[in-house]
């Protein structure tokens, strides 16, 4: 029987050609996959940790992050979506607003135009508002995120983490905020997300 992935709310769903890029043929539960993505992901960063400040802010490293985070569990680790999702910009302008937000991070830090909390509240947001890969982006953005502010000397976010029990990436409380935060950041309206991410 094939296996079908449980979504929590606000995930992406994935496409039966995408589901159909799951590498082990041995997973037949969520709590299975999980385990192996997990897995992955702890390697993923302990590879990005070594990786120099400049790297951070490339189109170069944020695709290879992903693919380093998912490249035992998914075909298409590191590859960006080719189809429109329930969040999003259009697929085919990915290859424009991914570079544009690395530039204007840049640009935010070099004119010290917000606070660091917000550099990195605004960063991950927009970055999952682009949402570049089939799934995975949330995970991606926050590893992405505390690696910006880690490696300019910030104290990386607790996402949420005095909140509850559960993670992030588990339905709860926890994450019914995160999901909240980012749909008022969507209006343009920041403090939320900010709070939470010290939360």
Do not use: C
Not at 110 to 117: A, K, N
Not at 122 to 133: A, M, N
Not at 172 to 185: D, P, S, V
């Amino acid at each position: 029987m094939a296996f079908t992935p449980k979504y929590p709310k606000g995930a992406t769903p994935l496409t039966r050609d995408e589901l159909a890029g799951l590498i082990p043929n041995y997973i037949s539960t969520q709590g299975e996959l999980n385990s192996l993505e997990r897995t992955n992901i702890l390697a993923a960063q302990k590879w990005a940790s070594k990786k120099p400040s400049s790297d951070i802010l490339s189109v170069g490293f944020v695709y290879n992050l992903h693919a380093k985070m998912f490249d035992q569990v998914w075909k298409w680790a590191g590859s960006p979506r080719t189809s429109d999702k329930n969040i999003g910009v259009p697929w085919s302008q990915i290859t424009t607003a991914l570079p544009t937000l690395l530039k204007n991070v840049e640009t935010w830090i070099s004119g010290s135009v917000y606070s660091w909390d917000e550099i990195g509240a605004r960063f991950h947001h927009r970055l999952v508002e682009i949402h570049v890969f089939p799934n995975g982006n949330g995970r991606h953005a926050r590893i992405v995120t505390d690696l910006l502010l880690e490696k300019n000397g910030q104290i990386p976010f607790s996402w949420g983490e005095n909140q509850g029990p559960l993670p992030l990436e588990e339905e709860g409380a926890t994450r019914t905020e995160y999901i909240e935060a980012l749909r008022e950041a969507d209006l343009k309206k920041f403090a939320r997300l900010v709070r939470f991410v010290r939360s």
